[in-house]
């Protein structure tokens, strides 16, 4: 060989050492991009699991408010239909049937007092009251009618 031919051959090796330390670099920096993208989604990974049990967590104190409001909902119903019912003044008699006290059937009888306006005078509570007295002692005035 050649002194130039051995000196072309130097050349042509010192560049690809060149270009394996630029190759090695380029290697480095992309492992490197790597790596930190790793750690990025492993902590992207942990906020996803945290915020999927503080989600979870809300949504169970969610539910558990919404039963609690259900339960308050109910109550209330509840207590406001014995306002009403209180507030209807029904007098009511429960009786035996006319043949005899073995029959399943009863009879009810049930006087209603209206809020329309104040009594002029007790004639008509003594009136209910007097209905139902009958009705208890199991006599009636009136024979029920059928439409």
Known sequence: MTRSLQIVEVDILEQ???DA???RKNLFTAMESVINTMKEVEERGRAADQAREEAAHRSSDVWRRIEEL???IQSAKEANDMIIIDGMNYDTRMIDHEDGPLVREKLLFTVKSYWT???SSDISRASATSILELASRGITTAKP???
């Open 70 to 72: 259900k339960r308050m």
């Open 145 to 147: 009618t059928t439409h």
């Open 21 to 23: 330390k630029n190759n």
């Open 16 to 18: 690809i050492i060149e």
């Open 117 to 119: 306006s104040p009594a």
